[in-house]
């Protein structure tokens, strides 16, 4: 089992013909995940080698749903086409749209994300994040894919880095999937999202929650923890020494006055019984002491 991504998923790339689409579809690729087409408006009907392998480019993703069956769209597009291509997605009902572009307008993303939502056919994951990974079934994103392999633990995370840092960690362990949410403002998939899957989820025996400074996600979904999570949960929050109102890496980092503060967060996790690492290999250590490993 694994939470929205598994060996069955098939996946076309929005902007495969570009640079970055090319590079990483070329890495999903190697590490066995089914990519089965790419959609450029304007060169539909064109196939792009992928290492000696033809991949067919649509016009839409409308078009490449009803020639390929696809059901996840990953999407490596400019910041400035990111909007039509997550609408493109949508509108084509594929259930899982994960959206790897950075620097996308706040006001783009907010309408993208509750367009989405008012359809209720596709989840978004992103944007502004590395994707996710169900090791040794399907990668889709930019998270490499030899760092770790199948396992017990479960795993969301605002940071890519701090992601795959993670992952190496506790790679003898293994993921059940390892989920980027992305770190800017406006995201379509929340920590909360993905506690409640991998709760669901009969594989995953416990799970790791990397936040960071800014907005309230992480006391949010310490109350979702207190609630509804029986799991054991280890936690890491990025940017204790962060100065006051200024933006660190992600553009929903920023701490204004004593809200959105890591010590806050870690506040709200530990009260409700998440242990909490002071830096990322401590949270790793955590885990393997609550896993006997």
Known sequence: MSIFLNKDSRVIVHGMTGSEGTKHTKR??????????????????????????ALPVFNSASEAVAATGANVSVIFVPAKFTKAAVIDAVDAKVPLAVVITEGIPVHDSTQFVAYAQSKGTTRIIGPNCPGLITPGESNVGIIPADITGAGPIGLVSKSGTLTYQMMYELRDIGFSTA??????????????????????????????????????????AAAFIKEYVTKPVVGYVAGFTAPEGKTMGHAGAIVSGSSGTASAKRDALEAVGVRVGVTPSESAQLLRSILGR
């Not at 929340?190 to 709760?199: S, V």
Request: proline share 4%; hydrophobic share 30%.
């Open 28 to 53: 999903m690729l190697k590490s066995g995940t089914n990519v089965v087409g790419g959609v450029t408006p304007g060169k539909g009907g064109q196939s792009v080698d992928m290492d000696g392998r």
């Open 179 to 220: 989920v980027g949410i992305g770190g800017d403002p406006v995201i379509g998939t929340t920590h909360i999202d993905c506690l409640r899957a991998f709760q669901d989820d009969p594989q995953t025996e416990a799970i790791v929650m990397i936040g960071e400074i800014g907005g309230d996600a992480e006391e949010r």
